[in-house]
Structure formats: C-alpha cells, structure tokens
C-alpha cells in the first residue's frame, strides 16, 4: 500500500468554524489531489498540487482552500464550513507518468453541523 | 470534455456468479483507463488499468480489456465470491503533464450474497 496518511480521519465541527484537513505521504511523489466523495456524485476534485508551492482548482474548489509548503504534506482547509461541505474527502498521490494511476488515503470524514 | 459513464446500479449477485460492470468513455485524447474498488469504509484501491487499445488488464480474477473501437473497458470477472462485495470506479486519464487528472464515473456497488 502506498504510504499516505490523512487526519483527522473523522470531525465533527459546527458551522461557520475553520477546518484543516492534512495528508501526509511517504512515497515522494510530485502530484496530490484533494477529492470529495458525496452519494450520486462520485468523486469531484477539489484542488490539485504538481509541486511544492505549486496548486490549482479542481471543478469544486469553491470554499477550499490549499497549500503545499513540503512534498510531503498538502492541507486542505475549509474557511468557514458550510453543511453543503459534509463530505467524506480522499487525498491522493501520483507521478508524472503516462499510466498516471493516482494512490488514495483512507479518507476523512467531515459533519458539519 | 473527458467523461465516463458507468452502469447503473447497484447490483446483486450470488455468490460464484459472472460479473459484468460496463464502462464506456469519451476522452480527447488517448487515454489510459483504470478500474479502482472501494470496499466499505476504506479509500480507493487500484484494481487494474490499461494504456493502450487492446490491453488486457487483470487482478485478484478481475479483468478489463480496452476497446478503442467501442471506447468500452468493461469489468469482468467469472465468479464473484462475497468479499468482492464493494464499490467500482471506472476512470481515465489524458496525460497532459501538469494539468493531467483523473476523470471518474459515478460507481456502482456491488453485493454479493452467499
């Protein structure tokens, strides 16, 4: 298994308060993703990292915010929770390669209340 | 736009059934196409892939070939047993360097029961 980490892996939080998701990797690799995962929805990219420092939007960054100041961590910080962002969000690592398989952490379940 | 589109589902089998999860895409370029499994509570975990036009990928029984012509990469697998009992994700990417993603379909879970 590949060797990233997320935390918390659950939160319940209220309303309108600041949340930091992190992943954390051991496997050196260049590119994270942040993902959410609704029922009917599948899984939608939130924001995407090719390099420290370096980010972009996914198709639902909208209230997400992220930074990548090591390889090895990219947070994900919501700046005021809304309940439309009670999600279960999966971060993801990959290479630059052309098979491009992306590796999932286990997952933090977010409730905001 | 890239997209995938999965079967509805979800589907049930029995135990030692045959398996099969449709997937079909649209992609602008060549894509590679993957099948991911999640099982309940845990994250993705990649099942199998393909890159090129008439691929066959497999794993753990599993099995996908990729079908240029049809733009088709159906899962397969001859006899399901109840730990296969999970979530399967169609997917596929364009490699375009720095932008490159991953395009998903919705899933559809899969119960096998005894």
């Known amino acids: 298994d590949a060797g990233i980490t997320q935390s918390p892996r659950h939160k319940v939080t209220e309303t309108g308060t600041p949340v930091t998701l992190r992943c954390h990797q051991t496997?050196?690799?260049?590119?994270m993703y942040w993902y959410r995962q609704d029922p009917g929805h599948g899984l939608r990219l939130i924001h995407y990292s090719y390099g420290v420092k370096d980010t972009d939007k996914g198709e639902v960054s909208d209230g997400y915010s992220v930074s990548r100041s090591k390889t090895e961590d990219f947070l994900l910080t919501l700046e005021s929770a809304t309940s439309s962002q009670t999600s279960v969000y999966f971060c993801?690592?990959?290479?630059?390669?052309?098979?491009?398989?992306?590796?999932f952490g286990p997952g933090t379940r977010l409730t905001v209340t | 736009g890239d997209s995938v589109t999965q079967m509805e589902g979800p589907v049930t089998l029995s135990e030692e059934a045959f398996l099969t999860i449709n997937c079909t895409y649209t992609?602008?370029?060549?894509?590679?196409l993957f099948w991911y499994v999640q099982y309940p509570g845990e994250g993705l975990q990649l099942l199998l892939k393909?890159?090129?036009?008439?691929d066959k990928g497999s794993n753990k029984g599993f099995e996908a070939t990729y079908r240029k012509e049809t733009t088709s990469f159906h899962l397969e697998k001859g006899s399901v047993q109840v730990s296969d009992s999970a979530v399967y994700f169609c997917?596929?990417?364009?490699?375009?360097?720095?932008?490159?993603?991953?395009?998903f379909g919705k899933g559809i879970t899969l119960s096998v029961r005894p």
């Open positions: 997917a596929l990417s364009v490699y375009t360097g720095a932008n490159s993603k991953l395009t």
């Open positions: 992609a602008t370029g060549y894509p590679s």
């Open positions: 496997e050196n690799h260049r590119y």
């Open positions: 993801a690592i990959s290479e630059p390669s052309p098979s491009y398989e992306q590796y």
């Open positions: 393909a890159t090129k036009a008439d």
